[in-house]
């Protein structure tokens, strides 16, 4: 088999990177919004005000983490078993989380009642909070390293799983995405949902960038990487120290723009760090699984690589279709009395 750069599985690799920086970037701030609602949603009609800014878009956007699941099943079916078997618990706190919010996005105006919509927000928090700390924590024991044997199972534990450095990439990636949250808001609401929002978006922006700057300095330790791995987290920084200056000079959209630039740079680290490894094994360096030894056969890549080829056009031309249909700002008159 080819092991040099110009192979299927290295194409497969760099897919999925892609994937999950499209989650993660258009999740992001929905997650961000989420995790805002009862922070800037000070009455019934502001926190509709905020759900209907990504309402028709968030599902739309929960494709991505499908897809990447899906690609990371078919192209590595040993990464797959054993990052889901070995982050299992994890996983499933993330996928109880991701249901709850789906159905509070629905049912919250089902019941005109107080305590029902606040029980929904609250589920709506929960379901957007959980996951923005955890997919980090799990992206953070990737590039730390993991306790894998020669089977290429995971023997760590779940409580291996939580340790500082991983705790702290959590925290970076909720921090992070609360701030593309509410630079969305920024842009997306009126009236004083959209006040709050960029209020909110000062102290968040000079607290992503604290926790940002030690994080990447901890990545940049922990990273078994070369030159690029290492400029990347220092570009991460300072798009976040130029988001401070942006939102001082009330640049929302160009804000917004640069939180994103910094996760797509921070996923982008990461997997490069990895490469050749998709997990590192912290037991002996041999037992690692790397896109060579976890790929599918050289025939299922072909077949997977021809329907990516006319698939993918279609989902990016769609959702961008549906994102400039509803381009539209939301503001409290745009609510439905019904709901009020």
């Known amino acids: 088999m080819d092991q040099g750069i110009l192979n299927l599985e290295t194409l497969w690799f760099v897919l999925i990177a892609v994937l999950w920086i499209g989650f993660f970037f258009l999740e992001g701030f929905d997650f961000g919004v989420g995790i805002l609602l009862p922070v800037i949603g000070k009455d019934d009609t502001d926190r509709r005000v905020m759900i209907n800014t990504i309402g028709p878009t968030w599902d739309g956007n929960e494709v991505w983490l499908l897809t990447a699941g899906g690609a990371m099943f078919a192209a590595f079916p040993e990464w797959y078993a054993t990052m889901f078997s070995g982050f299992y618990l994890a996983l499933f706190l993330v996928l109880i989380a991701l249901i709850v919010r789906g159905v509070a996005f629905e049912y919250r105006s089902k019941h005109p009642t107080s305590e029902w919509r606040t029980m929904w927000d609250g589920a709506i928090f929960f379901g957007s909070a959980v996951p923005a700390l955890l997919f980090g924590v799990a ?19 779940f409580w291996a799983l939580l340790n500082p450095y991983s705790l702290l990439m959590g925290v970076t990636s909720l921090v992070l995405f609360t701030l593309h949250g509410a630079l969305f808001l920024s842009m997306k609401a009126e009236g004083d949902v959209r006040d709050r929002a960029s209020a909110a978006t000062k102290p968040l922006s000079i607290a992503a960038t604290g926790v940002m700057a030690v994080a990447m300095i901890w990545s940049y330790l922990q990273a078994e990487s070369g030159v690029i791995p290492g400029l990347l987290p220092i570009a991460a920084v300072a798009l976040l120290g130029i ?79 549906s994102y400039w249909v509803f381009r539209k700002r939301v503001g409290r008159e745009d609510v439905p009395a019904s709901t009020h």
């Open 139 to 157: 992206f953070g024991n990737l590039v730390r390293g993991l306790e894998i044997d020669a089977a290429g199972e995971y023997v760590g534990g």
């Open 243 to 321: 988001v401070i200056w942006l939102v001082r000079s009330k640049m929302v959209g160009w804000a917004f723009v640069a939180t994103g630039l910094t996760i797509v740079t921070v996923v982008a680290a990461i997997f490069i760090g990895m490469y050749p490894n998709v997990m590192t094994s912290t037991i002996d360096p041999a037992y690692s699984l790397t896109v060579f030894n976890a790929s599918s056969t050289t025939m299922t890549l072909r077949i997977m690589t021809v329907v990516a080829l006319i698939f993918v056009p279609i989902v990016l031309g769609y959702q961008t279709w």
